[in-house]
């Protein structure tokens, strides 16, 4: 089947300094895609989400981009704090509304002090 | 307080013994989740269910067992037939709201074979 991937499994920022997680994902038929937050040993936290008739959507601090032509999704973190230390994963459904997710490996972002 | 409440946190199962994870929500959600995730690795999904009675296999289900027989629980069932149990496991609900099925998780519950 169809897999979500990450460039990086490992990103290193200094404090302060704007970060950018990349996702891959191979299926063309992906309608919506969620980004996902885990501390260590806790549950994964949305932070932001898109569909795919978008190409940016942003939050507090964060935003998404979305590339169908190549398949890619980012996810950028501005002005990094210690506490955006964590795994980053990026997920994505065939369908709008469908319930099921397909999550990706996960990148680990470490903040610098 | 609302929330997804996972239990136990910590559980150890000996060999050959069947053990059942606690997933309880007072969101008033329709669907709920329980994945898999191994060291370093991203969530695989086990089981799901959309409606009360009903559930569906996710793409590890083999050696798991779930039920669904009140919206706010969705137990979860570790068998002696999965023979690589260790691992974390994560429990997830979410609701329709104008075509979106964010899903909302839990703490986790970390499962260790003695």
């Known amino acids: 089947g169809e897999s979500v991937g990450l460039h990086l499994p490992t990103l290193s920022v200094q404090e302060g300094d704007n970060s950018i997680i990349n996702c891959a994902y191979s299926n063309s038929a992906s309608d919506y895609f969620i980004w996902y937050k885990q501390e260590s040993g806790k549950g994964p936290q949305f932070i932001i989400d898109i569909r795919s008739n978008m190409d940016k959507r942003q939050g507090q601090r964060v935003t998404v981009l979305l590339n169908k032509t190549v398949k890619h999704l980012s996810l950028q973190i501005a002005a990094t704090q210690p506490g955006d230390s964590a795994v980053y994963f990026c997920a994505e459904s065939e369908v709008f509304g469908n319930e099921k997710l397909t999550f990706g490996t996960g990148t680990r972002l470490t903040i610098i002090p | 307080d609302g929330g997804i409440t996972q239990s136990p946190k910590y559980l150890f199962r000996k060999e050959g013994q069947n053990v059942t994870l606690s997933c309880e929500q007072n969101l008033n959600h329709d669907a709920m989740y329980w994945y898999r995730q191994d060291p370093g690795q991203g969530l695989r999904l086990i089981y799901y269910s959309q409606i009360v009675n009903d559930f569906q296999k996710g793409d590890i289900a083999e050696g798991y067992s779930v039920s669904r027989e009140k919206k706010e629980s969705f137990p979860l069932t570790v068998t002696s037939a999965q023979k690589n149990p260790t691992a974390f496991y994560l429990c997830?609900?979410?609701?329709?709201?104008?075509?979106?099925?964010?899903?909302?998780f839990g703490a986790g519950t970390r499962l260790s074979v003695l």
């Open positions: 997830a609900s979410s609701i329709d709201l104008w075509g979106k099925n964010i899903q909302y």
